[in-house]
C-alpha cells in the first residue's frame, strides 16, 4: 500500500483498502472474517464506534501482505486510537513519526539493479553530465560520442572520457567500434551520502544556465514561497515523497523517446 504514511488514521486505511478492492464482492465482510469479527461489528468499527484490538489489527495487515514497518505502522495508528490519555498518545506518535521518516528516504523506495562502488559514486555523481550521458545511451539515436556530444553541447574529449570511465564501472559495453550500449541503467545515489549535495548541486546550475534562454512551454518551473505550520510542511512532504515514487515508477514502465530531468527541492529557509 504506498500512501500508507500519508494516513493517520487506522479506520482511513481499512477504507482504503476497501476502495482500493472495490470489484470484489464481498470484500468488507472478507476484512471481518481475517479479522477474527463478526461482520456487524466490523461495520461499526468502519463507523468509529468501537475499535479494532492490535491483535485483529495484526491479523489484517499479514494479510494484506504488509512489510515489516507497514505492520508496525498500522498496529500503532491502533494503539493510538485506542489511547486514553495525552501522554500516551504522544508517546505513540513519537513511534509512528519515527516510522514514517525511515521509510521517507527515496532509497528505501527503490530497488537498484546496479551496484557501484563507493569511488564508482564519487565519480558517476561528480557532475551532471556522467548521469546524462548513461541515459542518453539507453536512446537509439545516442549510441556514439559525436551524437551525445551535439545533443548536451560537450566536447568529444569530454564525452569520451565518460564512456571510458561508464565502461569501466560496468555500467555500458561497446558493441562496435564507435558505438555502445547500456548494460544497466537503474541506479539511486543513497540521500545520506556526500556526493548527494554535489549531485543535486551540479544539476541545479545546469538548471541555472538553461532558464535564462528556455522557452519550451511544455516544460514546468515553479518556485513558491509559503508561510505555514510545520504539521502542513510534512503533510505537503509525504504528499511530493508518494507523487515521486509514483513518477519514478511510471518512468521505468515508459518507452525510451526522449531524456527528462526532474529536480525537486521543499526545505526551510
Known amino acids: 500500500m504506498k500512501d500508507l504514511y500519508n494516513l493517520d488514521n487506522y479506520i482511513s486505511v481499512i477504507k482504503a483498502q476497501i476502495s482500493n478492492n472495490e470489484d470484489l464482492r464481498g470484500y468488507q465482510s472478507l476484512l471481518a472474517s481475517k479479522a477474527g469479527v463478526h461482520s456487524s461489528y466490523f461495520s461499526?468499527?468502519?463507523?468509529?464506534?468501537v475499535h479494532l484490538t492490535p491483535d485483529q489489527a495484526a491479523r489484517l495487515a499479514n494479510f494484506w501482505d504488509f512489510n515489516p514497518d507497514q505492520i508496525e505502522y498500522f498496529i500503532g495508528l491502533v494503539h493510538f486510537a485506542r489511547a486514553a490519555t495525552k501522554e500516551l498518545k504522544q508517546s505513540i506518535s513519537r513511534q509512528l513519526l519515527s516510522i514514517v521518516k525511515r521509510?521517507?528516504?527515496?532509497?528505501?523506495?527503490i530497488e537498484d539493479t546496479a551496484k557501484i562502488t563507493d569511488d564508482g559514486f564519487g565519480i558517476y555523481y561528480s557532475t551532471w553530465y556522467f548521469v546524462a550521458i548513461h541515459m542518453l545511451l539507453t536512446l537509439?539515436?545516442?549510441?556514439?560520442?559525436?551524437?551525445?556530444?551535439?545533443?548536451?553541447?560537450?566536447?568529444?574529449?569530454?564525452?569520451?572520457?565518460?564512456?571510458?570511465?561508464?565502461e569501466r564501472l560496468?555500467?555500458?559495453?561497446?558493441?562496435?567500434?564507435?558505438n555502445?550500449?547500456?548494460?544497466?541503467?537503474?541506479i539511486h545515489l543513497p540521500n545520506q551520502t556526500y556526493w548527494s549535495g554535489i549531485y543535486h548541486a551540479s544539476w541545479r546550475h545546469k538548471i541555472g544556465e538553461i532558464l535564462p534562454n528556455n522557452k519550451n512551454l511544455e516544460e514546468i518551473h515553479f518556485t513558491g514561497l509559503n508561510t505555514i505550520c510545520r504539521k502542513d510542511f510534512l503533510k505537503i512532504k509525504k504528499r511530493l515523497l508518494l507523487a515521486l515514487e509514483e513518477a519514478r515508477q511510471l518512468s521505468l514502465e515508459s518507452r525510451e523517446e526522449d531524456l527528462y530531468c526532474l529536480t525537486l527541492d521543499y526545505f526551510k529557509i
Open 44 to 49: 461499526r468499527v468502519l463507523g468509529e464506534q
Open 103 to 109: 521509510n521517507e528516504d527515496l532509497t528505501k523506495r
Open 140 to 166: 537509439k539515436d545516442y549510441s556514439n560520442v559525436a551524437a551525445v556530444a551535439q545533443r548536451l553541447s560537450l566536447l568529444p574529449e569530454t564525452v569520451s572520457f565518460v564512456f571510458n570511465t561508464l
Open 170 to 178: 560496468s555500467l555500458i559495453e561497446k558493441i562496435d567500434s564507435e
Open 180 to 186: 555502445y550500449q547500456v548494460k544497466e541503467s537503474n
